[in-house]
């Protein structure tokens, strides 16, 4: 069980897009349509962002939306805002009860 | 509101078993879903160590399997992570977390920082 693959970090200036990728097997992410993602800033808990793979929790921007390809997942932030700014991890659920994180990526706003 | 809180010691000696518990207000344990901890080594990223139903079926890490035991007390709202034979490998903030669904992890607690050292 391998840690999903997620690019060290991403930035963009306020206003703008990113995405961020998250690529596991066919045994996680491409197997089953439960992936989250969460946010963490320094210091602080992770933050539920997005679960099964596309639905907001109740209180997080639409800004905010996921979806899934084959074994890659991903996570995008439109209209990028300072208080974005954070490390960012992707979770998937492996068969057999289990999940794994991704390596987490850092988003940088310029 | 529901509310998690770790406790337990800072501090570990290399070979030793690691005990943790985590405390839930605002929400019976035993009224369902499936409770989890998650563990962050300094600087680096989340690893899921494993999780338990309110009726004590639990479901751990394959990695982590042999040495990890999560327990249920419903009579005190809390559950528990022991982790054995420890290293400084296991130095991390540990989280627990409540999970809504399959791999949502609805809320955390603040995490605790445990130190294997002697």
């Known amino acids: 069980q391998s840690a999903l693959t997620q690019p060290r970090s991403v930035s963009g200036s306020p206003g703008q897009s990113v995405t961020i990728s998250c690529t596991g097997t066919?045994?996680?992410?491409?197997?089953?349509?439960?992936v989250s993602w969460y946010q963490q800033h320094p210091g602080k808990a992770p933050k539920l962002m997005i679960y099964d793979v596309s639905k907001r929790p109740s209180g997080v921007p639409d800004r905010f939306s996921g979806s899934k390809s084959g074994n890659t997942a991903s996570l995008t932030i439109s209209g990028l805002q300072a208080e974005d700014e954070a490390d960012y991890y992707c979770?998937?659920?492996?068969?057999?009860?289990?999940?794994?994180f991704g390596t987490g990526t850092k988003v940088t706003v310029l | 509101q529901v509310q998690l809180q770790e406790s337990g010691p800072g501090l570990v000696k290399p070979s030793e078993t690691l005990s943790l518990t985590c405390a839930v207000s605002g929400y019976s344990i035993s009224s369902g879903y499936y409770w989890g901890w998650i563990r962050q080594p300094p600087g680096k990223g989340l690893e899921w160590i494993g999780s338990i139903y309110h009726s004590g079926s639990t479901y751990y890490n394959p990695s982590l399997k042999s040495r990890v035991t999560i327990s249920v007390d419903t009579s005190k709202n809390q559950f528990s992570l022991k982790l054995s034979s420890v290293t400084a490998a296991d130095t991390a903030v540990y989280y627990c977390?409540?999970?809504?669904?399959?791999?949502?992890?609805?809320?955390w607690g603040q995490g605790t920082l445990v130190t294997v050292s002697s």
């Open positions: 066919s045994s996680d992410v491409g197997g089953y349509n439960y």
């Open positions: 977390a409540r999970e809504l669904t399959t791999v949502t992890h609805d809320y």
């Open positions: 979770c998937s659920y492996a068969g057999s009860y289990t999940e794994v």
